[in-house]
């Protein structure tokens, strides 16, 4: 099992750095932060005092971030609401990893309980909840819960970056995933790429911007434009992207990867992807950035 280094980030929360992929799971700015705004939140998780049961995808599940911010802000809002959850794993080392104490410690004594479960057993079961996950290649994994027809009310889309794990975010992927997203449901992902917004629409889904929280996020760069992106089968509630948004849509920027077979390696997707680029007529994605005033 590997030996995972918790590094701190900005809220007091920790993250792993990936030797493999190079980089770490979270932003330094807060990983149980990025939870909530970019995932818990975004997914409208907070207003879960009228429903009686919610379906929960964590894809890429990691250190259980995500997870465990959606069932402490669902149970905060009603504790009665019952969740059925799937989560999506690579290497079950993670999680392992993310379950000695002081990582547990901020959240409370039910979700830490869940997460010990469900990265030792990869079960969790309570009256309120019943949760799985399974581990390997989430472009295989995934089929276990289309055959099911499982609905998702949300997905929580998390991969490594796109130039890292292009294999998680090819149009055919995301095919795949969204045939797990109920009619009213929504995925939210932190990604603002033009190559992965322009994917979503291309599997059918309306998209809208996670839009920058001021008060919650103070070390912006001059890119940051967007917490990430949100789709949907219907753009009822989304955010509409601003016109520098729509316009990076315009750019070879917005092409997106491709993985026809879903058993492609990263080094294939990318370099499919830099020859499609190659032959793109559209704007180059320098000029927009110039047009912007974006370093």
């Known amino acids: 099992m590997t030996d995972w280094t918790p590094e701190k980030t900005a809220d007091g929360s920790y993250t792993f750095f990936s030797e493999e992929f190079q980089e770490t799971f979270h932003s330094r700015q807060g990983a149980k932060v ?7 939140r975004a997914t409208n998780l907070t207003d879960a005092k009228d429903r009686d049961r919610l379906c929960l ?8 971030y995500n ?64 949760a799985t996950m399974l581990i390997g290649d989430a472009r295989q ?3 276990t819960l289309i055959d099911q027809e499982f609905k998702a009310d949300s997905i929580f889309f998390d991969p490594f970056s796109p130039r890292r794990c292009p294999q998680l975010w090819s149009v055919d992927f995301f095919r795949e995933v969204v045939r797990c997203l109920a009619p009213a449901g929504k995925l939210a992902t932190y990604s603002r790429s033009a190559s992965v917004r322009t994917a979503l629409q291309d599997v059918g889904l309306k998209i809208g911007t996670i839009p920058l929280e001021k008060e919650d996020w103070r070390e ?7 917490q990430g992106t949100i789709g949907a089968w219907e753009d009822v509630d989304l955010h509409p992207l601003t016109q520098m948004e729509r316009e990076h849509l315009q750019t070879r920027a917005a092409t997106a990867y491709r993985d026809p077979d879903l058993t492609d390696t990263a080094a294939v997707i990318l370099q499919r992807h830099k020859e499609t680029q190659a032959l793109s007529q559209a704007e180059s994605t320098t000029k927009w950035r110039k047009r912007w005033g974006i370093r």
């Open 34 to 40: 990025e939870a909530f705004y970019k995932f818990s």
């Open 220 to 226: 912006y760069k001059a890119h940051d434009w967007s």
């Open 141 to 143: 994994t995934v089929q």
């Open 57 to 64: 995808l964590d894809v890429c599940y990691g250190l259980g």
């Open 67 to 130: 997870t465990g911010m959606a069932l402490e802000t669902i149970w905060a809002a009603n504790p009665n609401c019952h969740i059925t959850l799937y989560a999506l794993e690579l290497d079950a080392s993670v999680p392992l990893g993310a379950i000695v104490p002081d990582l547990l410690e901020g959240w409370s004594v039910p979700v830490q309980g869940v997460l010990q479960d469900l990265a030792k057993d990869g079960r969790s079961q309570l009256p309120m909840l019943d």
